[in-house]
Nanobody, 129 residues
Framework: QVQLVESGGGLVQAGGSLRLSCAAS????????MGWFRQAPGKERDFVAS????????RYADSVEGRFTISKDNAKNTVYLQMNSLKPEDTAVYYC??????????????????????WGKGTLVTVSS
């Protein structure tokens, strides 16, 4: 079992940047496909980005492609989401997720083929216009 704790959220102006971190404890993140999801007020939780166990393969939602970068440091057991050129519509609670399913990949996580097994409690990102 793995515990996930997000940090790095906050208030930023449109056009600014933030880096979110997801620190894991309990097991090595090299065993999991990892992802970031977000939930805006009154909306469903949506996929943002995912990364393979080895940290090589990534997938992004169309809305963040080219602006956000997901990365993984297995030695630090931490996943990051670098967010640049932020827009007001990026305002949401951002959640870190992990899938232990051996059939899961970054691609399947992006398509919602398999649900995540573990979730963090989320960190709020607010982008002002």
């Amino acid at each position: 079992q793995v515990q996930l704790v997000e940090s790095g959220g906050g208030l930023v102006q449109a056009g600014g940047s933030l880096r979110l971190s997801c620190a894991a404890s309990g097991r090595s993140l090299s065993s999991y496909v990892m992802g970031w999801f977000r939930q805006a007020p009154g909306k469903e939780r949506d996929f943002v980005a995912s990364i393979s166990r080895g940290g090589v393969v990534t997938r992004y939602a169309d809305s963040v492609e080219g602006r956000f970068t997901i990365s993984k440091d297995n030695a630090k057991n931490t996943v990051y989401l670098q967010m640049n050129s932020l827009k007001p519509e990026d305002t949401a609670v951002y959640y870190c997720a992990a899938s232990a399913n051996t059939a899961a990949t970054a691609a399947t996580m992006s398509k919602g083929v398999y649900g995540a097994d573990y979730w963090g409690k989320g960190t709020l990102v607010t982008v002002s216009s």
